[in-house]
């Protein structure tokens, strides 16, 4: 019986050290090839959200931020949204099976939304509060007049509905933002 024991523990340590040795030596076949791609730094401060608009796109994609969005305007299922948009002048754009969506008057954004967030440009902060009305969110008691106190004072705005919900609205580069 000791001999079988010790037989197994010599086995055990001849395999662990062989093991380790074959995984330190052996050869990856891993190929890895060097590509230098031009980085460019944009600060958020000195423009306003970046939009290009390629001649090749479609008239119905615009770029926002490198994301490209397509307008759905039309869709019967954002009527509300595409509401809003239409009473602003302006077209209301998405991501493609996404839950990001924003609002665009003459090319520059103007509203964004994703899911937990909504955001309004301070000149056109209507937006938010309409989006709001739409979303179904009535237990955000009061959320008019926190987006009015936080465009008059910049100061933010935290709301606690429960233990476990509750938003803040807050100032930050121009736009007032509700997160909850």
Same mark, same amino acid.
Do not use: H, V, Y
């Given at each position: 019986m000791k001999n079988k024991f010790y037989a197994i523990i010599l086995m055990s340590l001849f395999l662990i050290a062989a093991g380790a040795f074959h995984y330190d030596g052996s050869q990856s076949r891993a $190929? @890895?090839?060097e590509n230098s791609n031009k980085v460019s730094e *944009? $600060?958020?401060g000195e423009t306003q959200h970046l939009i290009n608009r $390629? &001649? =090749?796109q479609a008239e119905n994609e615009i770029i926002i931020d490198g994301e490209r969005f397509e307008n759905i305007m039309e869709e019967e299922k954002f009527a509300d949204? &595409? =509401?809003i948009a239409q009473? &602003?002048?302006a077209n209301l754009y998405a991501i493609? $099976? &996404?839950g990001q969506f924003a609002i665009v008057k003459d090319g520059t954004p103007i509203f964004r939304m994703s899911t937990g967030i909504k955001a309004a440009s301070v000149d056109h902060v209507h937006i938010l509060s309409e989006a709001f @009305?739409?979303?179904g969110m009535e237990e955000f008691n009061n959320l008019p007049k926190n987006i009015d106190q936080v465009l008059k004072t910049g100061e933010e705005v935290y709301v606690e509905l429960s233990e476990y919900e509750g938003y803040v609205v807050y100032q930050e580069d121009g736009? *007032? *933002?509700v997160s909850w």
């Open positions: $190929n @890895a090839t *944009i $600060n958020a $390629n &001649s =090749k949204l &595409s =509401k009473d &602003s002048d493609p $099976n &996404s @009305a739409i979303g736009w *007032i *933002i």
